[in-house]
């Protein structure tokens, strides 16, 4: 008879006892996905997947090991556990590793009011080409659209359990609906593209394939015939849908292992101000229907919500227990892992603090500058903040979009940038990352 996930998370516990861990704990995973993907009316490629994944981390004193599988025999749990207790022997010891204190652990949850799983059946066996091939559609249709790349439709379905030999036993399930579509206008060098897409945790949440095929070709017309910037000194403005990016460069300098190792712009900046006193970063794991949120982390330990930065003060780092200990601190709960991983600090659901000013009163007021909407490419540099991004967009002129641009770059220092910056009102509050638009005075441009 197969076992269940939580079923199969105390047989590894058990199994990792008799081979001889002073601790284990243990994470599976089991879920279902659907891809469908179309192309000039005609199904492209069509993949479901099914599996099971189990992950064991064991102790040996201060030396830990971890072993993953996707075979849930009953001999492979044993020979699991055995592996990882003897891989654990040979680890040299880690001061900072062990499972948590059981009254550190989360006891009690509120699955339901969380709604991470929508209850209704899987989609029926027609409903995705139908979504992708409307998405396709209506993207096609947009006057100036040279070819659809490519139009997805996806369903999946997971259940994860963690257990460990401190007492801690919990899990939950998800599910995700999903479409999106690419467009291509122009040929040859003058080729430029643009998406558009939707995710959610209930199918009744999802905006229409049309609405997103709609979009992806007027997003991608849009940029048609784009040519470089002027270099100099403009107000940069982040369109909404990468301004999270910014806030995300913010939350990996936050983050604990980072912090631990030394290697954070952000490592002196602890109780003092680093964004505009109005704005703060909120941390929430409790909103409803939102991918990021969970009752408890990977290590067992409850969720909270909290203020990473509050009225532009940092108010603290993103911590597991491993890196809270190296610290001298107290984990923020925050662990994440897979089956083949061992736990690292990580953010789940973030909001920024809303402007009042609309993107097109923060266009209108820029003057001459730079509205960004894609980027590509990183430069930063871990230890002083130095930001360098290529990006594309919309050249700002009087206050008005003038015409698109490609093939520049923009560059500052994110301790400075990130004390300048004006959001918009414009954020969607359904995302994991709710991060309106993001205006900032003063940056480097390189372009033609």
Same mark, same amino acid.
């Given at each position: 008879m197969t076992q269940s996930p939580e079923e199969l998370c105390h047989a590894l516990i058990a199994a990792a006892k008799k081979a001889g861990a002073d601790a284990a704990d243990t994470l599976v995973a089991e879920g279902t996905s659907v891809s469908i993907e179309v192309r000039a009316g005609a199904l492209e490629h069509a993949e479901r997947s099914e599996g099971t994944d189990l992950g064991l981390r064991v102790f040996v004193g201060k030396r830990q090991a971890i072993v993953s599988s996707s075979d849930m025999r009953p001999e492979t749990l044993a020979a699991m556990a055995e592996r990882a207790v003897a891989?654990?022997?040979?680890?040299?010891?880690?001061?900072?590793?062990?499972?948590?204190?059981?009254?550190?652990?989360?006891?009690?949850?509120?699955?339901?009011? +969380?709604?991470? $799983?929508?209850? @209704?059946?899987?989609?029926?066996?027609?409903? /995705?080409? %139908?979504?992708?091939? *409307?998405?396709? &559609?209506?993207?096609?249709?947009?006057?100036?659209?040279?070819?659809?790349?490519?139009?997805?439709?996806?369903?999946?379905?997971?259940?994860?359990?963690?257990?460990?030999?401190?007492?801690?036993?919990?899990?939950?399930?998800?599910?995700?609906?999903?479409?999106?579509?690419?467009?291509?206008?122009?040929?040859?060098?003058?080729?430029?593209?643009?998406?558009?897409?939707?995710?959610?945790?209930?199918?009744?949440?999802?905006?229409?394939?049309?609405?997103?095929?709609?979009?992806?070709?007027?997003?991608?017309?849009?940029?048609?015939?784009?040519?470089?910037?002027?270099?100099?000194?403009?107000?940069? +403005?982040?369109? $909404?849908?990468? @301004?999270?990016?910014?806030?995300?460069?913010? /939350?990996? %300098?936050?983050?604990? *292992?980072?912090? &631990?190792?030394?290697?954070?712009?952000?490592?002196?900046?602890?109780?003092?101000?680093?964004?505009?006193?109005?704005?703060?970063?909120?941390?929430?794991?409790?909103?409803?229907?939102?991918?990021?949120?969970?009752?408890?982390?990977?290590?067992?330990?409850?969720?909270?919500?909290?203020?990473?930065?509050?009225?532009?003060?940092?108010?603290?780092?993103?911590?597991?227990?491993?890196?809270?200990?190296?610290?001298?601190?107290?984990?923020?709960?925050?662990?994440?892992r897979g089956a083949g991983s061992i736990p690292s600090p990580a953010n789940w659901n973030i909001s920024l603090t809303q402007g009042e000013a609309s993107r097109a009163d923060l266009i209108s007021g820029m003057g001459t500058g730079l509205l960004v909407t894609s980027m590509i490419g990183s430069t930063i540099n871990p230890n002083t903040g130095d930001y360098s991004r290529g990006a594309s967009g919309f050249w700002v002129e009087n206050g008005e979009i003038a015409y698109p641009v490609n093939e520049c770059t923009i560059a500052g220092n994110l301790l400075d940038m990130l004390l300048r910056i004006q959001p918009a009102n414009d954020a969607r509050t359904h995302l994991s990352r709710v991060v309106p638009s993001i205006l900032i005075e003063g940056m480097t441009l390189a372009g033609s």
């Open positions: 891989m654990a022997r040979e680890a040299p010891e880690d001061p900072y590793a062990g499972l948590a204190d059981a009254s550190q652990l989360a006891t009690s949850w509120d699955i339901a009011a +969380l709604e991470l $799983e929508d209850s @209704s059946a899987e989609p029926a066996p027609d409903a /995705l080409p %139908a979504d992708a091939l *409307a998405a396709e &559609a209506a993207c096609a249709a947009i006057d100036g659209i040279s070819q659809v790349q490519s139009s997805v439709a996806g369903y999946g379905r997971s259940r994860v359990h963690m257990a460990a030999s401190n007492g801690f036993s919990g899990g939950y399930g998800r599910s995700s609906r999903s479409i999106s579509c690419v467009g291509i206008a122009g040929t040859g060098t003058g080729m430029e593209r643009d998406h558009d897409g939707d995710s959610r945790t209930f199918q009744s949440n999802l905006r229409s394939p049309e609405d997103i095929g709609r979009t992806a070709g007027e997003c991608t017309v849009a940029r048609h015939g784009a040519r470089k910037p002027a270099t100099g000194s403009y107000p940069v +403005l982040f369109d $909404e849908r990468i @301004s999270g990016s910014l806030i995300g460069h913010l /939350l990996g %300098a936050a983050n604990g *292992a980072s912090i &631990a190792r030394g290697s954070s712009w952000l490592k002196d900046s602890l109780g003092r101000q680093v964004l505009p006193e109005a704005l703060s970063v909120t941390e929430d794991p409790f909103r409803p229907r939102i991918t990021g949120s969970r009752p408890f982390d990977g290590e067992g330990l409850p969720t909270a919500r909290r203020a990473i930065i509050d009225k532009g003060v940092l108010t603290g780092w993103t911590l597991d227990l491993a890196s809270a200990r190296k610290l001298g601190l107290e984990s923020t709960g925050n662990a994440v």
